[in-house]
């Protein structure tokens, strides 16, 4: 009777795009996090109700209620989570434990529900989520606030060194507001970034997430500076949260990018690779 689901490292595009109703939307495409992910376990128990721990989480319980609420002669019991990350970095640490946390419930309830039912779970229970509940590396820009993909963009990244950093502390992600300036700078890059993916060209990929990067943040200086000393493909962050991450070819030592980014005074967190390399 348990669910899991990974965590992500921030975003490679994230902004505002319309679509073919004409409706401006808040989207994102993520950037994959191998290394990190939340587990839940559900423990059936008296009453109908279904209490989250350890510690707080609202989220999760508000996921709990309403899974249960969706799946016939649902019964009451706790869920356990463990894993994951420090909430407020952008790394869909709340995504990751209502997913985990939808998945737990319903497979206590010998039932599997698909990622698009999941998705419309998480967005009730948080108001806006990451992509987090699909199984698969396919590269989506996705509708956070509204729980479905927008578009496919392809069926994985091309691979990509990634040499993980901070750029200060936790962020309260919900108080964010939506990035919806910029329209038409939003447009290109996700133009630029289908022509990347469809070519399979990394630096492309790289040159769309340092774009969108600097359209969304003032404070990345020591990063780009970063990046620049260590002849990087380029940055990549969570637009409302503290990690990011320097983007490198998959053949690259990180070991000079990530003292390029000792020497601005960013720690360094992780290096890991994704996209097409690695194993779905």
Do not use: W
């Amino acid at each position: 009777m348990s669910g899991s689901c990974p965590c992500h490292h921030g975003e490679l595009l994230q902004g505002a795009f319309r679509g073919a109703d004409g409706v401006l939307r808040p989207g994102l495409v993520t950037l994959p996090y191998p290394g990190r992910r939340v587990h839940a376990r559900f423990e059936p128990g008296p009453g109908p109700s279904i209490t989250v721990g350890p510690g707080h989480r609202p989220k999760a319980a508000r996921a709990a209620e309403l899974t249960r609420a969706r799946l016939t002669d649902g019964v009451g019991g706790r869920v356990v989570l463990s894993g994951g990350v420090a909430p407020g970095l952008g790394m869909g640490s709340s995504t990751a434990d209502v997913v985990a946390t939808i998945r737990a419930v319903a497979c206590g309830h010998a039932v599997e529900l698909a990622a698009a039912e999941i998705a419309r779970i998480a967005v009730a229970a948080e108001a806006a989520s990451d992509p987090l509940m699909f199984d698969d590396v396919r590269v989506r820009l996705f509708a956070p606030r509204e729980g479905h993909v927008l578009e496919t963009l392809a069926d994985a990244l091309p691979p990509l060194r990634v040499v993980g950093s901070m750029l200060g502390g936790p962020v309260d992600t919900p108080a964010t507001a939506p990035p919806l300036r910029h329209e038409r700078a939003y447009a290109i890059l996700l133009a630029r970034l289908r022509a990347a993916l469809d070519r399979g060209d990394a630096a492309g990929v790289a040159r769309v997430a340092t774009a969108s990067a600097r359209l969304n943040r003032s404070d990345l200086g020591p990063l780009l500076r970063a990046a620049e000393r260590a002849g990087a493909l380029g940055v990549q962050v969570a637009h409302s949260g503290n990690v990011a991450g320097l983007l490198l070819d998959p053949a690259d030592d990180p070991g000079p990018a990530a003292a390029a980014l000792r020497a601005e005074g960013l720690p360094v967190t992780e290096a890991f690779l994704v996209g097409d390399l690695v194993p779905a």
